[in-house]
């Protein structure tokens, strides 16, 4: 079989059973080894693991249905795959894993076995070779503040001040302003020398009184990519 060779040798109307059994239990596998990849160091529910599983052979279905018209299988599959994000905010790697899936449906529904095999063996090694390189490593001296103080303070240069014997690098980001609380929040990025510990950092910060303060290893997530 040539890689862009499809195995329905007439239309998706006269598709045999052999053929539906084929091309299903390929679109499975390849869903069931993608839902594999992305558990591989993430956080990750049982709900969106089933899906990513199921998600090639239920978009095949649909090519089945609309007699392999590629527009209209992609615009309602395009539909079903943005359906997890409509209520709630996705990270990049859960829509890279659902475009996957849509793209290996896509295949699979319209014959080219071999081409979504190929095509989702090599996305995967690349996936995983990222997620064992430094390229995309977060850096491990820097820290992401949210820290919520009164709307009075006079935080100009001074948490600069603070962070000069902790930090190698301060940053401020963003200053948003609470009005139910009437305190404004604001964001920094710094840079740790490798012998400062976040209790120290911690430290640092409380010394201008009490406040609320969130440390974070990673920029939390926003709602946009």
């Known amino acids: 079989m040539q890689l862009f060779n499809s195995i329905f040798t007439t239309s998706n109307s006269n598709i045999t059973l052999t053929q539906m059994a084929l091309t299903l239990g390929v679109s499975l596998l390849l869903g069931v080894l993608l839902a594999a990849v992305y558990k591989y160091k993430s956080n990750y529910s049982k ?3 089933i899906t990513l599983s199921l998600m090639p052979s239920l978009i095949a279905v649909i090519i089945f249905l609309v007699n392999g018209n590629l527009g209209t299988s992609v615009a309602v599959a395009g539909t079903f795959g943005l359906i997890k994000f409509r209520s709630a905010a996705g990270s990049s790697k859960e829509m890279l894993a ?4 849509m793209t290996i449906g896509l295949a699979t529904g319209m014959g080219y076995l071999g081409l979504a095999v190929i095509v989702t ?3 995967s090694l690349a996936i995983l070779i ?9 850096d491990k001296n820097r820290r992401h503040l949210v820290i919520t103080v ?3 303070f006079d935080y100009h240069q001074f948490f600069e001040k603070q962070f000069e014997q902790s930090c190698k690098e301060a940053t401020l980001l963003s200053v948003r302003y609470k009005k139910k609380k009437e305190a404004l929040i604001l964001e920094y990025q710094i840079t740790l020398d490798k012998a ?3 209790k120290q950092v911690l430290d640092a910060v409380l ?3 009490p406040m609320d303060v969130v440390v974070n ?3 939390p997530k926003r709602k946009f990519l």
């Open 207 to 209: 010394a201008a009184g």
């Open 98 to 101: 659902v475009l996957l899936a």
């Open 196 to 198: 400062i510990s976040d």
């Open 150 to 152: 009164p709307k009075e």
């Open 47 to 49: 709900e969106f693991v």
């Open 121 to 123: 063996v090599f996305l």
């Open 217 to 219: 290893k990673q920029v």
């Open 130 to 138: 990222f997620e064992n390189t430094k390229f995309v490593q977060v």
